[in-house]
């Protein structure tokens, strides 16, 4: 079975630092990586995704991620945070040989504060 | 703006009603996904329909029920409802059902279940 882990509810940076949301996986087979935004009262949004090669992939709004396969991990960066990017981040993972069920983490809520 | 709609926004209900959610994937997709989004469940996959066929199910109940129509829109039906229906239900789509697609994410439909 798949499953997705993001240990830490709450991240709390300054406007103009570096952030970082952690993820980790668990799959039987190749994992397709994503990773969503959600703003209040609105539906997700699709940021980045690691499907196969370079293991740093580059997204939307400046967002980047880390596919790490021996730590099973794949962190959302950005190099300089803004207050807009205060929202409910959600890491998802979806296996090669199960193709419709996305396992989705429990999400991670990012404050970014002036 | 993902180009898909869900409707209605908002449903309040008694337990033991039924109710049908609608959605309509981005023009061109042929893949619909169910989630339901609840603070003690968190983001759940119910069900993924793919050119109007069932391809994958998730943690669907069997009071639940979904289908994809020819126009390749998706209904899903929840009935007997109880208390603990009371979600945040989105439905996604997709261009194909295979997993390296990123999904798109409608606005949700918020059920209350009285």
């Known amino acids: 079975a798949q499953s997705v882990a993001q240990p830490e509810d709450q991240v709390n940076v300054a406007e103009g630092n570096p952030l970082t949301v952690k993820c980790t996986y668990s799959?039987?087979?190749?994992?397709?990586l994503f990773w969503y935004v959600q703003y209040p009262n609105r539906g997700l949004q699709f940021l980045l995704k690691y499907i196969t090669g370079d293991n740093l992939v580059k997204g939307s709004y400046g967002f980047e991620a880390e596919f790490n396969k021996s730590q099973t991990s794949f962190h959302l960066k950005k190099p300089s945070a803004l207050v807009s990017d205060s929202a409910l981040y959600f890491c998802a993972v979806r296996e090669g040989t199960n193709a419709g069920k996305s396992t989705f983490g429990d999400g991670t809520t990012l404050t970014v504060k002036p | 703006d993902s180009g898909v709609t869900q409707t209605p926004k908002h449903l309040i209900t008694a337990t033991g009603q039924r109710v049908t959610l609608r959605c309509s994937p981005r023009?061109?997709?042929?893949?619909v996904y169910w989630y339901q989004q609840s603070l003690d469940q968190g983001l759940q996959f119910l069900i993924q329909y793919y050119n109007g066929e069932e391809r994958a199910k998730g943690n669907i109940l069997e009071r639940f029920s979904a289908q994809q129509f020819p126009d390749l829109h998706s209904e899903l039906n929840l009935s007997s409802l109880e208390l603990g229906d009371s979600a945040l239900y989105f439905c996604?789509?997709?261009?194909?059902?295979?997993?390296?697609?990123?999904?798109?994410f409608g606005p949700g439909t918020r059920l209350t279940v009285t």
């Open positions: 023009s061109g997709d042929l893949s």
């Open positions: 996604a789509s997709s261009p194909l059902g295979g997993p390296f697609f990123e999904q798109y």
């Open positions: 799959v039987s087979g190749n994992p397709y």
